[in-house]
């Protein structure tokens, strides 16, 4: 800040001389006349009189003072115009740093958005944590740019109910705000809650995979189809029934039966030949699950899904249930799996 370069000359203007105090003195006098008078009905005519007489004489003195001020407006209004010209010259600079700031601001955003997003699909889709979990996607998200400098609100309450919690759904995060009132999981429910209604408002005319209508039916007539998903029962529902498959399976089982490990478990206490189970899916959560319960494991490969289910249906199932699915082709189908991940 320079103020010393800034100087303005200022000339001295002389002050507008009058008989102000013979002035005030004459008023008083004028004025001392007509207080205390009291005016009875008769005598409104006369009362009107003197206010309309005082009234002309405060007129005339105002008039007076605007005469002797005129031409000091003129001067005031003029330097004000002048002022207002070498004030324009900053307002120009300002603007065009204040669009750049604005325009710099949010070409930031938009690349930090893009990355979250990125790092979101990265995680849920593309990388060995496909198909996690909402609520842990989100967790590891946020553990990645909280870390890049990031600052979460209540990221520690959000954490531990992650890693703690017996069921990662909308329900668990409820009973758990219940309890603590903690503001993370509050903004955690209701971006949740905000998933599921942009699933429920996605297009109704979405297609499944090539393979996997014929898969199904071909299946279905062979084995039980149990589905397992860490999605909320509401949208399988929608999803399956909207596409007519529910009439394929045993079980349709979303994120409020537990997880997927545990939808296993309860399966295989139905009676079936643990030997005689596989677990179809497309993520490493759901390699995972097979391990923990010593069934067997078939991938769905990302980029190759026809091929797929076309494979799961001419040769892994028939492997199943003829006892061939041995160690070296589950191996084979594990590595494959991985290798189609990052």
Known sequence: ??????????????????????????????????????????????????????????????SERISACKPYEAIVKQTKTDMDDVLARYDTVIQEIDTQIKESENVWKKEREDYILNLWYDLNLYTQTRGINRFKGLAETFKIISKEGVEIEDLDSILNWVETTNELSNNSLLSEIEKTNSKGLKMTREWSLNVNKSIEELPKGDEPFEGVSEGLEALSKIVDVAVVSSANGEALNDEWGRHDYIKYLTALLGQEAGTKQHC???????????????????????????????????????????????????????????????????????????????
């Open 1 to 62: 800040m320079n103020e010393d370069l800034l100087v303005i000359k200022k000339n001295e203007v002389p002050a507008i001389q009058f008989n102000k105090e013979e002035l005030i003195e004459r008023v008083d006098e004028i004025l001392e006349q007509h207080k205390g008078i009291i005016y009875t009905i008769e005598d409104i005519p006369e009362a009107k009189k003197v206010v309309a007489d005082l009234r002309k004489q405060k007129k005339y003195l105002n």
């Open 264 to 342: 296993i478990a309860g399966l295989k206490k139905k009676g079936y030949d643990t030997e005689k189970v596989l677990m179809v899916g497309d993520a490493p959560g759901d390699l995972q699950a097979a391990k923990n319960n010593n069934v067997r494991y078939y991938p769905i490969l990302v980029g190759k899904e026809k091929f797929s289910w076309e494979r799961l249906v001419n040769e892994a199932v028939p492997k199943l249930m003829n006892g061939t699915f041995d160690e070296k082709y589950q191996n084979e189908l594990i590595k494959e799996f991985n290798d189609s991940l990052k």
